[in-house]
């Protein structure tokens, strides 16, 4: 009956304390929604300096909309996964504490970016290839080259990411050059990037 009681007299309190509770809950979403938005784009991206051949080479690419559709990927959708709302969020914190680290503790020139881009597996998911490229199993039966590949991919014969088969077509276009030309020397060429590199 105490309980009761002292809900009983303090039920205006609790009352705006509930309103209260729902708008700042309301404002905290609208807020982090937001902020996932501003933040998930080649403008802020491409802030941090060292992301200038990624960005480059991002415009020149499909992706990036350089294509005859009004198509264009944003860095997010490639480089988050999109499995479920925890493993996203989770994953764009891990990546941005990553990010700031690298840039204010580490000199960022001296990474080996071709080394980094062989692990492409590591931040492009397939479930942001598969979020866009939605009926992918269907569309490419009738092309043999991509059927077979697409076929073992669907029934799980192989274990090989999206990203292995299609690091060099997708996403960032020449994007060795563009890494090359922005580091110079200290440019670290893998012997495929050499090769791929000396062609253009």
């Known amino acids: 009956m105490g309980f009761l009681r002292v ?18 809950g309301v404002v905290l979403t609208v807020v982090t929604v937001q902020a996932v938005e501003w933040t998930g784009d080649d403008k802020f991206c491409g802030m941090c300096h060292i992301m ?11 992706h990036g909309g350089h294509n005859h559709v009004g198509m264009k990927a944003e860095c997010v959708d490639c480089h ?27 000199n960022p020139r001296k990474f080996d970016w071709e080394m980094n881009r062989r692990e492409a597996r590591d931040y492009v998911f397939d479930s942001g290839c598969l979020r866009c490229h939605t009926n992918l199993k269907d569309a490419t039966q009738s092309n043999m080259k991509a059927f077979l590949p697409h076929r ?34 200290d440019y670290k060429p893998t012997v495929r990037a050499l090769i791929s590199t000396s062609h253009n």
């Open 80 to 106: 988050l996964p999109h499995d479920n709302i925890i493993h996203y969020f989770v994953e764009k914190t891990l990546l941005g504490m990553e990010d700031v680290y690298g840039n204010t503790m580490k």
């Open 52 to 62: 200038t051949p990624e960005v480059d080479s991002y415009h020149l690419d499909k």
């Open 7 to 24: 809900l009983q007299e303090k039920r205006f309190f609790l009352f705006w304390l509930f309103c209260g509770g729902c708008v700042l």
């Open 152 to 185: 073992d991919y669907f029934a799980k014969l192989t274990k090989k990411h999206c990203v292995e088969c299609h690091l060099d077509e997708v996403g960032h276009k020449n994007l060795g050059i563009h890494l090359r030309k922005f580091l110079k020397q």
